[in-house]
Each structure stands twice: as structure tokens, then as C-alpha cells.
């Protein structure tokens, strides 16, 4: 089992804060990530949950929790790796997600869930490092490309902190346990205009020792139209990508044009 590097949440104080969690921001659907050995599946079918959807990597895991989740909870066991799994396929409702998420992917993860278009919300366990990523803000030491994209989608809250002796094994990190509520307002209507706003924060993050500006026109972006759109937001030149706050990108690619 350890080849898909789990750490089992054994914590009983984490694991009833992450089911108040996602019980408080529950949606018509729900989908829960790398179940593993049911920690989280089992509380949750004791808290009145029903035909929701588990989808597990591990094949011995997944033959774990066929048998051993009572038939009545109607819990929809699927063994997948998530980020292949069609979202496509379940049903077009608005869903909320839970998960101890294997730190490898997290982020990959959590891309996904948020560019989904009927995610509602989501309570994601993160390595400690990667939510204060995901939370930083402007000017922070750990600001960046997962801080704008994720912050832009949803809102954002702490809900506990995790160390490792939570776990079985304990990993060598601690960890950390986000909350995600959907925007009422998307700031992209369409998923092309949001790929183009990525690629362009990504670039503008891509030479660390660079300004935005020189590392957007290195990234092939037109040194004239980069520096009007700086111009506009009246941004110097020297400005470093660290330093725009989310609100600030969205106009820079707007002016940008692209």
C-alpha cells in the first residue's frame, strides 16, 4: 500500500473537525478523494450520509472498503486515479469534495476541483508549506501562481492544523486543513479566457529573479503592450510578480488583451 505514499489519518479530534467541515458546506453531491482505509468515509456515514462517491488509486484500499462499508450507505466506490477521473460523470449537480489529499498531487487536485463547474465546495487536507501557499497573500513570502488561481475561485478558510503523529505512518511534514466555498460571481465566464489568465500569472512568476515585467516579455508576451497594462494599473516597471495582488492580475491580462 505504501507505494501510493499514504499516510492514514488516525487523529479522531481532525478527523470529526474535517466532517463538521464538509457537512457544514454540504452540496447536492458528494465526492470524496483517496478514502483509504474509511476514516473519513465511516464518520461520514455515521453523520446521515448516502449515496456519495469515493474514488481510491489503490486497489487493495478500494477492495478494503467494498467490503466494509455497510450496503445500505449506498457509498459508490470507484478505483481511479482522481486526476484522470471524468468529473463529466457525475451527476451535473453542485458537489462538494473532501479529502485527505496525498501531497504529491495536491495541487494538481485542487485545480481541478475548482475549474469544475459545479463545484460548490471543498475541506482538502494540504502538507502545511502548500496552505499557507494557497493562502498568502501580496507581498508574502509564499505568494504565488497557487495563491492567485486559487484564491480567485473560492473562498479560502483555515480550519485546523494537523501534526504528523495524526498519522499512521507519520510523514516527515505537518499539515494543515483548508476550506473552499465557491464564488458567487466566476471571474471567468469561460474555460479558454481562465487558461489564458493562467498561462499569463504563470509567466509572470516564471523568472523568480525577474520583474513581471522582463519575465512576461521574456515568456513572449509584447514588451509595448506589457508595459501600457502596467502603466494602467499604474504599476512601475520595477514591479515583481510577488507583489500584484490577485484583483490586480485580472486587470493586467484584461488590459494585455489576450
Not at 483517496?34 to 487493495?60: H, M, S, W
Amino acid at each position: 500500500m505504501q507505494k501510493y505514499g499514504q499516510h492514514f489519518l488516525i487523529n479522531d479530534g481532525v478527523i470529526t473537525q474535517i466532517v463538521d467541515a464538509a457537512l457544514l458546506l454540504r452540496a447536492e453531491n458528494l465526492v470524496e478523494i483517496g478514502p483509504g482505509k474509511g476514516a473519513l468515509t465511516g464518520r461520514l456515514i455515521a453523520r446521515g450520509c448516502r449515496n456519495f462517491t469515493v474514488v481510491e488509486i489503490d486497489p487493495e484500499m478500494t477492495a478494503w472498503l467494498k467490503t466494509h462499508l455497510p450496503q445500505e450507505a449506498g457509498v459508490n466506490v470507484i478505483r481511479q486515479n482522481f486526476l484522470s477521473f471524468e468529473l463529466a460523470s457525475l451527476p451535473a449537480v453542485p458537489t462538494a469534495f473532501v479529502s485527505n489529499l496525498p501531497y504529491i498531487d495536491a495541487a494538481d487536485i485542487l485545480d481541478k476541483v475548482l475549474a469544475w463547474p459545479h463545484f460548490f465546495s471543498a475541506v482538502f487536507m494540504f502538507q502545511k508549506e502548500q496552505a499557507q501557499r494557497i493562502r498568502a497573500h501580496a507581498g508574502e513570502d509564499f505568494y504565488g501562481p497557487l495563491s492567485v488561481c486559487s484564491q480567485l475561485r473560492a473562498h479560502i478558510s483555515p480550519i485546523c492544523k494537523v501534526g504528523r503523529g495524526c498519522f499512521n505512518p507519520p510523514p516527515k511534514v505537518e499539515s494543515a486543513v483548508l476550506a473552499f466555498e465557491r464564488l458567487k460571481e466566476p471571474v471567468f465566464s469561460s474555460e479558454k479566457d481562465w487558461n489564458k489568465f493562467k498561462r499569463a500569472v504563470l509567466a509572470a512568476f516564471a523568472h523568480k529573479r525577474k520583474t513581471a515585467f522582463n519575465s512576461l516579455v521574456l515568456s513572449g508576451y509584447a514588451k509595448e503592450s506589457v508595459s501600457a497594462a502596467l502603466e494602467r494599473l499604474n504599476l512601475p516597471l520595477t514591479v515583481r510578480a510577488e507583489q500584484i495582488p490577485p484583483e490586480a492580475y485580472v486587470k493586467l491580462v484584461y488590459f494585455l488583451g489576450i
